[in-house]
């Protein structure tokens, strides 16, 4: 039984949760193969994320959009930060509700597409950094406290208790973390693992609870919210060799043979020379005040 297996008072300790959740991210997945690989990656997926606003998935985008508005957490007074931003699909959608955002990415093509789709909708208040949130220092760069919405949403850049601890830092108000509740599920994804690895896909170690219980027991009172998560994309067969061999990479070094076993996958799956990708599930949409402590 668990009672009998961890002190129950170990339950109300950071220190706890914090341990917890690393155990759970080492287990998750390979270590990354390198950092230019993740950007590499996030790169590769620049232009086809920035059409996501119109995708299925854009009806989660504004979900999330109205639950900040109901908590006063958008308005025209407010300094916002966005981290792991991507092309600006939140970002976009809350530039027009507040001061001025803060767009920030690792990934330089992401920022790129962010520049061009902010100037061709007319937006003049959005500032976008290219720089990874793991190594960013708030002192230098100006952001302890500055913000009155930090944000951040399905971002890898937010997994551990020192970068969620680096958010409440730089804000003087709120803030929201979007990620997996009961873990990501693509079975695309899940099944190409399974056929290049060996193993089956660890991704449901990826979950929104572990962030929750780490700031109930550091004194926050983080509301949460549940929102279907629904994603599909078709794509010309080799784009989607490429992409899903990107993704690979992050993690793995690309050979010959594992390159042709993810070909060999998608091309059995393909219709007509098109491949079909989704993601069901659901998310979390954690939500608390950076100065609200016991």
Aim: net charge neutral; proline share 4%.
């Amino acid at each position: 039984m668990v009672a009998e297996s961890i002190d129950l008072k170990r339950l109300s300790e950071p220190g706890f949760w914090a341990e917890v959740w690393r155990e759970a991210q080492a287990e998750a997945r390979p270590r990354q193969a390198s950092q230019a690989n993740g950007r590499d990656y996030w790169d590769s997926l620049a232009s086809a994320y920035g059409k996501r606003r119109s995708l299925p998935e854009g009806d989660r985008l504004t979900q999330v959009t109205e639950i900040l508005k109901a908590k006063g957490a958008l308005h025209d007074r407010a300094g916002v930060l966005d981290i792991g931003s991507g092309p600006g699909v939140y970002t976009l959608l809350f530039a027009p509700l507040v001061r001025e955002i803060t767009a920030l990415d690792s990934a330089p093509k992401m920022c790129s597409v962010l520049e061009e789709l902010a100037e061709a909708e007319g937006l003049r208040n959005i500032v976008t950094v290219n720089k990874d949130w793991r190594v960013v220092n708030l002192i230098e760069q100006g952001w302890k406290k500055k913000y009155d919405l930090v944000f951040a949403s399905l971002t890898p850049a937010v997994r551990d208790t020192e970068n969620l601890a680096k958010m409440v830092a730089a804000s003087r108000g709120f803030c929201c973390l979007v990620d997996f509740a009961r873990g990501y599920r693509n079975p695309v994804v899940a099944e190409i693992w399974e056929t290049v690895v060996g193993t089956p896909f660890p991704g449901s170690r990826f979950d929104a609870g572990y962030a929750w219980n780490y700031l109930y027991a550091s004194g926050y009172l983080p509301d949460i919210h549940f929102i279907r998560d629904y994603w599909e994309e078709e794509l010309p067969l080799n784009e989607g060799i490429e992409r899903y061999s990107c993704s690979l990479g992050r993690f793995l070094h690309i050979t010959p043979e594992i390159k042709q076993k993810v070909r060999d996958y998608l091309t059995a799956r393909s219709v007509e020379g098109t491949v079909r990708l989704n993601r069901r599930g659901y998310l979390a949409v954690l939500f608390w005040r950076a100065d609200l402590e016991t």
